[in-house]
């Protein structure tokens, strides 16, 4: 583990022969909303697998209990911005200030023990990026951008604090709609920023469906997105929010 914040650089899962796997995007404290999406899918918790695209806490109102999905076997995630905030709010009063900003004030409500647990959660639990085997062949998850040309991290790369932040709060590729494709990887799945709808920019797919914002211009119905890979070409959207559930369709 060669990084900024000593996470593993990079986890790869193999295929799984026995269930279905999904990957879903930032949850935002938003425990209701996935029990809820959970549901509507049928999700056999001793068969089936989830990924996240990170940022598991801030915003919502059940930020400790979605941390706490990563002790779960079914449940992996990423590292995002939202985690490093909490990080490094715990060793420094100004980052503090900044996460509180940005949805952190729920830590207030935390005793220590709890403190403790989430951040060695946070370190042990949440790579940079995973890669997951599936019948798309192998596809990525990250937070946000992948400021190289071939996947995936080794763990043997050095990675520079700059190269981790862009990694986990970059938005130029949502911004400039820069279409790249990066080897090795059939399909990257992130987040970080929030849209109307899932969107492809080369072989990036970003889910990041303004779970836990307030509706705004932008994103006028906030929701938390789930995706379910059905073949080689074909991805499934299971979408919800407080009142409804729906689902929509991207071919490759």
């Known amino acids: 583990m060669k990084n900024y914040y000593r996470n593993i ?6 295929s799984n022969s026995f269930g279905r796997d999904f990957f ?5 404290g938003s425990f209701n909303l996935l029990t809820k999406l959970l549901k509507k899918v049928n999700f056999d918790f001793k068969k089936d697998r989830l990924f996240c695209t990170g940022d598991l806490i801030d915003r919502g109102e059940s930020s400790f209990e979605c941390l706490k999905l990563c002790e779960k076997d079914w449940f992996f995630s990423v590292l995002g911005n939202h985690e490093t905030m909490l990080m490094e709010a715990m060793v420094n009063s100004f980052r503090k200030e900044v996460w509180f900003r940005n949805g952190g004030q729920w830590w207030l409500g935390v005793n220590e023990d ?3 647990f989430s951040g060695n959660i946070i370190k042990n639990r949440m790579p940079i990026a995973i890669t997951v085997e599936t019948n798309m062949g192998d596809v990525g998850v990250i937070h946000s951008f992948y400021p190289f040309d071939k996947w995936p991290l080794r763990d043997s790369e050095e990675l520079s604090s700059s190269q981790i932040r862009s990694i986990l ?4 590729v949502i911004i400039e709609s820069k279409s790249i494709i990066t080897e090795g990887v059939s399909i990257i799945f992130s987040g970080h920023t929030p849209i109307d709808k899932p969107r492809l920019l080369g072989n990036q797919l970003f889910i990041d469906t303004g779970c836990g914002h307030s509706a705004n211009q932008k994103i006028k119905k906030p929701r938390l997105t789930m995706c379910e890979i059905l073949s080689s070409s074909l991805i499934k959207f299971h979408h919800v929010d407080i009142k409804t559930y729906t689902t929509s369709e991207m071919t490759f």
């Open 9 to 14: 650089n990079h986890k790869k899962y193999t």
């Open 24 to 28: 879903l995007g930032d949850l935002h």
């Open 114 to 116: 709890d403190r403790v």
């Open 169 to 172: 709060w970059d938005r130029s």
